[in-house]
């Protein structure tokens, strides 16, 4: 089984680790998307503190360390949802406060194809390890 899960992972702390390691019960083969420069300003509205190149060698050399079955890729530029179709997951895997449009998220499910299970992990001190209290800690 492949699981998937998205994300920006800029300052890539304890929480992104744990949220990796939540994964292992959904499946032997995990896929890290790490968002695209692009994606996250037009997404967030700003650009993320690190480059999208440091924040994949980060994520995959926090795989790495986890010992997992698992790779890091580049989202889509044009399309973010194109790794979809590319991967195949059998499960999605979202942050406890990952903010989806699920709605659009199942749609490009049923538009691929794809049988494929949507489940929302659990947070890891989250008054500690959130990603924007680490940005405002880093300012």
């Known amino acids: 089984m492949k699981v998937m899960v998205f994300g920006t992972f800029d300052n890539l702390h304890p929480g992104h680790r744990d949220y990796f390691r939540q994964t292992r019960r959904f499946g032997e083969e995990l896929i890290v998307v790490v968002a695209r420069d692009k994606n996250v ?19 995959r050399m926090a795989l790495k360390e986890l010992n997992f079955c698992s790779r890091a890729v580049l989202g889509g530029i044009e399309n973010r949802w194109s790794v979809l179709k590319k991967f195949q997951p059998d499960f999605i895997c979202l942050g406890y406060d990952q903010k989806v449009d699920l709605r659009k998220l199942k749609d490009e499910i049923a538009k691929f194809r794809l049988c494929c299970k949507i489940k929302r992990m659990k947070s890891y001190h989250p008054e500690k390890y959130k990603s924007s209290y680490c940005r405002a800690t880093k300012l």
């Not at 999208?52 to 980060?58: A, D, H, N, T, V």
């Open 41 to 59: 300003l037009q997404i967030k509205g700003r650009l993320p503190q690190e480059d999208e190149k440091r924040r994949i060698k980060k994520a």
